[in-house]
C-alpha cells in the first residue's frame, strides 16, 4: 500500500504538490456533492412529482394497461436474450454457478436497480413495487421458456420478439394517446421504437451505397448525406412546422409518429455509415472465399460479410444508439412532449409551491436516470462485443 | 513420402507429348485455357497462355514472384476477368454469364494462402454452409459429410471451434475440408502453405499428398519444390505473365530446357 502509493502518487516533489492540490479539489467536491445529496437538496420535489417523471400524466384508470405492456416487454425482451444468448454461448467454458449468475447480474445491472431501488424509496403506494417484481418474473420466465427453444427457430424468435415489443407499444397507445405520453416513459419507448426501426434500414442504406446499381447507390448517398447533415433540431422542428404546408390537416401525424419518423430518417443516415465502415473492414478474401466456394452475393452478404461488419461496429453502433435516447428529450423540446427533461423543467416552474425553482434537484433526477439507461447499454455492447468475440482473429 | 516418387496416375506409355502444354490423347480434358490475356491498364498479367489440364491430373505452378502464377488459377474461378482467350471448366465455357461462373464455381474450389475461414463460424459451420446453402443438403446430412471430411484431414476433434482458436496449419487443413464438401471436380491452390510456420507445412502438404492419390484434379501454385518433384503430372513454369516452360518433373527438375527455368531453379534450390 505504502509502496504503492509511493510509487503512483508522490514519486517527486512535483508529483506529491500534483496529488495533493487534485486530492483536496477532488475531496471538496466530493463533500458537496454528498452534502447537497444528504442534507441540503430537497429531494421532496422529486418524491411529489415522481409519478410525472416516470409516466407523465397517464390516466390512473389505464394504468393496468401500462403495466401490462411493461410485463409483456419485459417477458419478450427475456425470451429474446436467451435466445440471442444461444447464439453466442461460449462451447468451451463450464456453466456457471448460481451465485456466479447473481454475481455477474449485480455488477451488470446495478445501475438500473439503483434507479428502480430509488423509485421504490421514493414512491407512497405500492403499484410500482408490484410492477418491479412482475417485470422481474416475466424477464426470468422469458428466459427460461427462451432457453428452451431449440437453436434453429432463434432468428423467428427474435423477429416474433421484436414486432410483439412494437405491437404490445401500439396497443397501449389505445389507453393514452400517443402524444400525451410523459416522463422517462416517452423517452425510452420512442429511443426503443426508433432504435429498432433504424438499424435495420441503415444497414439496407449502407448497402445500398456499396451497391453495384448505380441508382441505388445515388439515392442512399443522397439519403444519408441528406440527413446527416442537417441539425436534429432542426429536422424535428420542421415536422413540427412544415408538415402541414405539405401534407393535407387530415393527413398529418401525430407528434409522436413525427418524433418517430425524424429520428429514424436522423439516426439511420448515421447507422448507415458506421455500417459502411464496418463492411469495409471486412477483408476482401472472405468475399473471395464465399465466391470460390459457390455462394451468390446475397448469402455472401448476410451469411459473410454482414456478420463480420456489424460486430466490428458494436461500439460505434451502441454509442450512436445512446446518443439517439438522450436525443428523445429534444422531442420534448421541439414537439412538445412533457418527456423526462420537459417534464422536470415543468415541475419546478409550478405557480403554486410543489418544487418552484428546485431545478439542481430535478435535473440532477433527470440526469441519473439517463445515465443509468446510457451506462447499462454502454456495458452491455461490451459484453455482447467480448461474447461474439469468442471467433475473431 | 519415397514410394510416392513411383505414383503414376496415367500410364507411362501414354505420356508422349508432342506439345507439353497439350495433353496426351487418351486423357479427357478438365479444364482448357487458349489464348488467355489478363491486363491491368497496360500492364500484361497473363500473356497467351495456353494450357490443358486433364481429368485426375495434378498440375503444380511455379515461377517468381509476380510471374501471374495465382492471376492465372484466379482466371480459372472468375476470380479475375480474363481479357481476352477462352477458359473452358468441365466443359462449361466462362463469359459474363452469371449462371456459367456459378456452375464453374460450384465445380470447382480454391484453397487461398490465408486460409480465408469465415471468423464468425465454427469449424462445422464453415464447412457446412455452402453445401446447405447451395446444394441445399440438410444441417444433419451435410454435417455428418462434414466430419468425415475432418476425420480425413485428422483434425475431427475441432469441430466446435472457431478459426481463431486453430494453429494455421490446422486452419489451412480445415480450409481444404471445406472445399472438399463441395464435392467439386477441381480444387485450385494458391500457394496453400505460404503463410504457415515450417513446422507446419508439412501437415498441410501430406493432407494434399492424399487428395492428389485419390484422383483429385488440383492446380497447385506453391514454393514446395519438394512437394512439386512428388506429386505433380506436370510442372508448370511461369515468368513475366507467360508460361515459359512444361515439362514432367523430373525431366524439370533434372534438366530444364530454358535458360530462365534454370535461372530460377538455381536460385531456389
Redesign the interface.
Known sequence: MMIWLRKNLFRSVGDSLVTVIAGSLSLYVLFRIVRFVAVTGRWQVVETNLALLVNGAWPTDEIGRLSATIVLLGFLGGVASAVAGLVTSD?DSEPPTLFQKALDLAIRLWPLALIVGLVLLLSTTTGPLLLTVGVVGAVTVGRLLGGLLPGRVRPVVIVVALFGALASIWFMSFGHSWDDWGGILVNFFLAAISISLCFPIGVILALGRRSEFPILRMLSTVFIELFRGVPLIALLLMAKNTLGFFVPQEFTPGAAVRAIVVFVLFTSAYVAEIVRGGLQSV?K??I?????????PI?TTF??VL??AL?NVIPALVGQFISLFKDTTLAGVALGFLDLLEGGQAITQQAEFRGQGLVIETLAFVGLLFWAGSYTMSRESQRLESK?G???? | MNELTNQQPVPSDARVFNDATQLATNVEPMIELRGVYKRYGSFEALKNIDVTVGKQEVVVVIGPSGSGKSTLIRCINRLEVHDEGTIVVDGIELSDDVKKILQVRRNTNMVFQSFNLYPHLTVLDNITLSPRLVRKQSRKVAEAKAMELLERVKIPDQALKYPGQLSGGQQQRVAIARSLAMEPNVILFDEPTSALDPEMISEVLEVMTDLARSGMTMIVVTHEMGFARQVADRVVFMDSGEIVEVGDPEHFFTTPDEPRAQAFLSQIL
Open positions: 462451447v477483408p478474401g472472405q473471395e472465399a464465399a465466391r470460390a466456394n459457390g455462394l451468390t448469402p451469411r459473410i456478420p463480420q460486430r461474439l469468442v471467433g475473431s482473429r
